[in-house]
Structure formats: structure tokens, C-alpha cells
């Protein structure tokens, strides 16, 4: 029996909607706002320009990018020889180990462990890799049961490690190609991706000049990239990590398939409001899984502090288990192919990696491109810093919404080794000036000179407030006020040198030149307007994309603070 529907709900009788007639609609509401159709277009550190709207038109033929699997390996990090922190994480769900220790720790660091079950990934020391081989062939295993990887650099002594290992292991891994320098240095996703395929094309120069055949060399490669809180960034990078890599497989002569492992950004991890990293490293790990990730490891909420408590490993290994086990992301193949805008991202990110990966093989590979990929990468991060000053790439809990009273978190200190390339944070710049203020015998402060009642300035105190807690100013407030003499008097108790004006534009048109002047009578040194522009005698404004970095460093000189 067919069910009848009544024709408000059959679909097929809804007229087909047009991109021309969305764009008509969205430019009549722009039109009100003076905004143009432009600024709903944003642009990528790639040069990519993501559209607000993204229909049939932009759909590409079909790429199968994702492996059929079951989940995803949860690897956990150590970088300390604990062997109560490594059973907590085996016990609590982690199924391979990344370990960074000392070579002379590893028997002891893996006793119990079943090496079957639990692959141990290392952090590219030759005399680690010897050491892991020992404990390999002491071990009651088959040779189709080892599996892991050395993470070795395929030169030097190491290539007769990797002969070693591929005789007797050959299912064991061998080599990384570990994208994350390129990223930790502020680089774009283009130029991570173009950058570690030069570095693996070179990898598989070396493999088999030094007599392994193309497929074992290519058997050898696990590939290592950041995952970031930019969900559809992350997403669109692993699958086009996969197509690129497909198609020098394809040249080469194999079929061999990229195998991934995403590790959290340390680039985006902040050490003030570290509970927020939770977040970020969340939808990070959604990402990765909704990309195709085979291994993803979650760097704990408070690894930019210092060595991680048992409290931030278990969140860390908890957020994979929580979307495997009870979101049961790790099910679904490839969930975000057909999606007209990850496939169009894909795409164009793949091909912008591709251009890169071009010019550095123009200036010889890798290793002799090092300078160009330092010099690129470097234009980068100074364009990301200036987004970054300016509060255009928002930092929450450090360069938006900051919380002076939070409770430090405090952490064994350890310093992971610097490498060829520069390790940056998005959040470090504003997180000098909150160390600064921290360390002055008082906090410095900015006073907020309110105009009227809240109704009127809560607008811009907040976001002055908001401004200057970045730079870890304390701001006081006038609260509401009815005239000059009542901010005045405010200023006057606050004890502070700097004010902000902060009010609606008809309370700057009736009062800001009068309490401006009220204002430099009690004391004021220097006079702030919250807005763009004023008839008032003020020092200078601060306003929504203004060069705040600038703004609060220029306030510590002017307040004659020490660095």
C-alpha cells in the first residue's frame, strides 16, 4: 500500500533553487550592512578560497581516498621511561606505543608488554632501533607478529638497521616521514603535505640505492602529520596526503597505500587555559578519524606546560576512546567523501602540494631544498603572526576571552629537542606579555573609562577588557557613570595611568571631549577611545582588528615595564 502524502511534503514539487538566486538573496541582505559578497569569502595561508556556498556545481568525480578498516590504532606518546604511565595507557584503552627514551630503557620499560598486540613506535635513535631489534628476536614472536616501526632516517648506519629489520621483521616499519617540523614551524597544509612528499621521495632514493626493491622500500614509509582544530582543513589534508602519495606509487610502479599517523598540532596547544586545548584536541581527533588517519595520537591538555600527570594522559587516550567506542566514528569509511566542499579542498590543496612538491625537486630535493623549504615556510608564519597579532586568528582563553584568575597549572618542565627548523605555538607571543605581568610586584592596569549606564558601554568595555586581559592588564571599571567628574573620580581610585573610553557613539558625541578633559585632570596620562574614530582629544583608538600585539606591547613601554 502506497502512502499518500499531502503536497506540502512531496519534494518533487518544490521548484529547484538556483545558486543565482541565493546569491541575489545574500547580496539583499549584505546590501543593509555595506559588506560585500567578498567578505564571506575567506582565504587560506594556501591562497585557497573557501566559498560560503558549495553546490552540485563543485562536484568532482570520485576518488576512492580511504582504506576499508575497522577503527583506528590509539597511539600514545612517552618521552619518560615510566612503566606505571605506560600499562595505565595500555590498560585504558591505547593499542600502540610512540616511545622517546633512551635505548638502555627499553627492555626494562617492556617488560610485560605483549609486543604482539601492542606495537611499539620509536623516535628515530640507531641505537634504539638495535635495541628494539634484541628485544624482537629474544622474544617469544613470530616474525609476522612484529610489527611497529623504528622511525629511522634511511642514511648512514641506519640503512644497515633497516636491511636488518626488513630480513628478519617484514612487516616491521622502518621509516617515518615525519611532516610535523614543516607544521611546528608555522607552515601551511600545503606546504606540510608538499614538503614531507619531497622528504619521502628522497627517503626512497636512499632505500633503494641501498639494494631494498621499490615495494619494500615503499613498504618501509609511515607518514606523520598534525592534526589541527580546523576540522575540514585536517580532513581535506589527510585525503589528499593519500592521492598524492597514490600517484607516486602510480609512477613508481607499485600499489602501495599511504599509511597515516595524525598527532595533535603542538602548534595550536596553549599553556594558559590549558583545559581548553581538551577542545582542540577533540575535534583534532575527530578529524583525523573522519580523514582516514591509521594511527592518531592525542597530545595531553597540558604537554606545552611540561611533562603530563596521569589525570592528562587518561583524558587524552579517553577522547579517542570516546569516539571509537561510543560515537563509533572508526565504522564508517571515508564519511566526508561526496561532500562537495571537502571533496573541492581536497583537491585544491592536493594540487597546491603538488606545485610545492615540484619546486623543491626544481632545486634538487630534499635534503639540498632545506633553505627554500625555510625561507617558505618562515613567509608563512610571519604572515600567520600578523593574523595572529591582530586577533584575526582567535586564541581562546589566551588572545580572546582570557582568565587572569585562573589557577596555573604547573608541570615538571621538559624541553623537547629543537631540530633544524624553528618550533612555534600560535599563543606564545600573547602568553610572553601574561608571564610579564605575572612577574611585576603589581598588576599593571588599564582603567575603562564606561560613559552612561551599562546598556550604553558593555559593548565596548567588554571587548577593551577582553583586549588588554590578553596582554594580562587588570581593567578596572567606572561602572555606570552620568558624568566626566563621576569616570574622573573612578580613575582617580583605580590608581591606574591609562584609560579607555568606552561608550555608544551618541555618548562620545555628548561627553567623550569632556571627559577626556576630566580625565587628563586626574591624572590620566595617556587616553584611549574604544571605536574608530572621535572628535575628542584621545591618543589613539582601539577597535575590532586593530594591532593589539602592538597595542599591549606599546602599553608595557609606555609604562616604562622591564622586559
Not at 343 to 369: M, N, V, Y
Amino acid at each position: 500500500m502506497e502512502l499518500a502524502l499531502p503536497a506540502e511534503f512531496r519534494p518533487n514539487e518544490f521548484p529547484a533553487a538556483s545558486r543565482e538566486q541565493w546569491r541575489a538573496m545574500v547580496d539583499a541582505v549584505l546590501s543593509k550592512t555595506g559588506a560585500s559578497f567578498e567578505s564571506l569569502v575567506t582565504k587560506t595561508y594556501d591562497g585557497i578560497s573557501l566559498q560560503p556556498l558549495y553546490t552540485l556545481d563543485d562536484a568532482l568525480p570520485p576518488y576512492a581516498l580511504a582504506p576499508v578498516k575497522q577503527g583506528w590504532d590509539v597511539r600514545q606518546r612517552h618521552t619518560v621511561p615510566d612503566p606505571v604511565a605506560l600499562m595505565n595507557d595500555l590498560e585504558g584503552g591505547v593499542t600502540s606505543l610512540w616511545l622517546a627514551v633512551p635505548a638502555s630503557s627499553l627492555e626494562r620499560l617492556l617488560d610485560g608488554v605483549y609486543l604482539d598486540l601492542a606495537p611499539i613506535v620509536l623516535d628515530g635513535d640507531v641505537e634504539a632501533a638495535r635495541a628494539m631489534l634484541r628485544i624482537y628476536d629474544q622474544a617469544p614472536l613470530l616474525a609476522s607478529e612484529v610489527r611497529g616501526n623504528l622511525a629511522l632516517t634511511p642514511f648512514g648506519d641506519a640503512l644497515d638497521v633497516i636491511k636488518q629489520a626488513n630480513e628478519q621483521f617484514p612487516l616491521l616499519r622502518t621509516v617515518v616521514v615525519d611532516a610535523l617540523p614543516f607544521h611546528d614551524a608555522g607552515g601551511s597544509d600545503s606546504e606540510e603535505l608538499g614538503a614531507a612528499l619531497a622528504l619521502a621521495v628522497s627517503y626512497l632514493r636512499a632505500l633503494t640505492e641501498a639494494g631494498l626493491s621499490v615495494e619494500q622500500a615503499f613498504a618501509q614509509l609511515e607518514f606523520r602529520y598534525a592534526a589541527t582544530a580546523d576540522q575540514f582543513m585536517t580532513i581535506a589534508k589527510l585525503r589528499a596526503a593519500r592521492r598524492l602519495w597514490a600517484r607516486v606509487a602510480e609512477v613508481s610502479g607499485v600499489d602501495v597505500p599511504q599509511v597515516q599517523h595524525a598527532v595533535t598540532s603542538s602548534a595550536m596547544m596553549t599553556r594558559r587555559d590549558p583545559w581548553v586545548n581538551m577542545l582542540r584536541t577533540t575535534v583534532a581527533t575527530l578529524a583525523a578519524g573522519l580523514g582516514g588517519a591509521d594511527s592518531v595520537t592525542v597530545q595531553p591538555f597540558d604537554a606545552a606546560i611540561g611533562l603530563p600527570d596521569e589525570f592528562a594522559r587518561r583524558i587524552a587516550r579517553n577522547t579517542q576512546n570516546l569516539l571509537l567506542e561510543e560515537s563509533h566514528l572508526g565504522e564508517v569509511i571515508d564519511p566526508a567523501a561526496g561532500s562537495w566542499y571537502v571533496e573541492k579542498l581536497t583537491d585544491e590543496l592536493a594540487a597546491h602540494a603538488w606545485s610545492w612538491f615540484q619546486e623543491i625537486e626544481r632545486t634538487g630535493g630534499l635534503p639540498d631544498a632545506k633553505q627554500l623549504v625555510a625561507d617558505r615556510i618562515a613567509e608563512t608564519w610571519a604572515k600567520r603572526s600578523a593574523r595572529l597579532a591582530d586577533r584575526s586568528d582567535p586564541i581562546t582563553g589566551v588572545s580572546e576571552f582570557p582568565n587572569l584568575a585562573e589557577k596555573p597549572v604547573v608541570r615538571e618542565p621538559f624541553v623537547t629537542p629543537e631540530g633544524e627548523l624553528p618550533r612555534v605555538r600560535y599563543a606564545q607571543a600573547f602568553e610572553e606579555l601574561r608571564d610579564l605581568a605575572d612577574a611585576q610586584p603589581e598588576r599593571p592596569r588599564v582603567f575603562l573609562a564606561t560613559l552612561g549606564p551599562v546598556a550604553a558601554h558593555t559593548a565596548r568595555a567588554t571587548f577593551a577588557a577582553n583586549l588588554f586581559n590578553a596582554g594580562g592588564f587588570a581593567t578596572p571599571a567606572a561602572g555606570p557613570t552620568k558624568t566626566p567628574e563621576d569616570v574622573a573620580e573612578q580613575f582617580k581610585a583605580s590608581k591606574a595611568r591609562i584609560a579607555v573610553l568606552c561608550g555608544s557613539d551618541t555618548s562620545y558625541a555628548d561627553q567623550a571631549a569632556a571627559t577626556v578633559e576630566a580625565l587628563r585632570e586626574a591624572g590620566a596620562e595617556r587616553v584611549l577611545l574604544a571605536g574608530k574614530k572621535s572628535d575628542a582629544d584621545v591618543d589613539g583608538f582601539v577597535y575590532t582588528g586593530c594591532p593589539a600585539l602592538e597595542i599591549l606591547n606599546d602599553t608595557y613601554d609606555f609604562l616604562g615595564v622591564e622586559r
